[in-house]
């Protein structure tokens, strides 16, 4: 099976300043979705971003980037001008189409932006 | 109109009882997930259904059971609760099995359950 590590239990950032959260995966697939998930204190789970494996250009989405290495399996976000609003759990996660379309996900990174 | 909606959010009860989450998706989504959220807010896959059909089941005791009855539904009964069943529930729903697809998974609310 899959499997997605996010060696980051916790970061922090200051306001205004960027954060970099690091994910990497173990599979065998050539074809697959990455995705960061964040979930603030309300439980509810929010998509931040996606990348497609067979795009080698890195999404972006306003301040939050990712830097998408394929070879060495490695799917880091950047959160840039970071705001107080960006304090939550982020999940790392990984969408395979070869075990019945399930979703794969990391351990997570709590963030704290520090005023 | 909420996309994916679970009831209910909070669900206290005593160990032993039986209980049901109900999940509901108004997106036309062929597969439905069951997550849980332990206490390290770790998220692990319970069950996914498509077209209300098993196709993921993990180690999950017998005492969980999914009960799909169409593919807009599936719903999570748990018997005999125990204290480590205490976590958070996600419902999730995404487009069906084998498509190509970079959507993402739609998820639920969550329901809070405490075993006490």
């Known amino acids: 099976a899959q499997t997605v590590t996010q060696s980051q239990p916790e970061m922090s950032v200051q306001e205004a300043e960027t954060v970099t959260l690091s994910c990497t995966y173990d599979?065998?697939?050539?074809?697959?979705?990455l995705f960061w998930y964040k979930q603030p204190p309300s439980r509810q789970m929010i998509l931040v971003i996606r990348?497609?494996?067979?795009?080698?250009q890195n999404a972006t989405e306003n301040r939050f980037s990712v830097n998408f290495q394929k070879a060495a399996k490695s799917f880091s976000l950047k959160i840039s001008d970071s705001q107080l609003g960006d304090a939550a759990m982020y999940f790392c996660?990984?969408?395979?189409?070869?075990?019945?379309?399930?979703?794969?996900f990391g351990t997570g990174t709590s963030l704290t932006v520090i005023p | 109109d909420t996309a994916v909606s679970q009831t209910p959010k909070y669900l206290v009860t005593q160990m032993g009882n039986d209980k049901s989450i109900k999940c509901e998706q108004n997106?036309?989504?062929?597969?439905m997930y069951w997550y849980k959220q332990d206490s390290k807010k770790f998220l692990k896959i319970m069950f996914s259904?498509?077209?209300?059909?098993?196709?993921i089941n993990e180690t999950v005791p017998n005492r969980f059971s999914p009960k799909s009855p169409d593919k807009a539904h599936l719903n999570l009964h748990i018997n005999s609760l125990e204290l480590g069943d205490s976590a958070v529930y996600f419902c999730?729903?995404?487009?069906?099995?084998?498509?190509?697809?970079?959507?993402?998974?739609?998820f639920g609310s969550g329901t809070q359950l405490s075993v006490l």
């Open positions: 259904y498509n077209n209300k059909e098993l196709i």
């Open positions: 997106l036309g989504h062929d597969t």
């Open positions: 999730a729903s995404s487009p069906g099995q084998g498509m190509i697809s970079n959507e993402k998974l739609f």
């Open positions: 990348q497609e494996a067979y795009k080698q």
């Open positions: 599979t065998s697939e050539s074809d697959y979705y």
């Open positions: 996660a990984y969408r395979s189409f070869s075990t019945g379309n399930q979703f794969y």
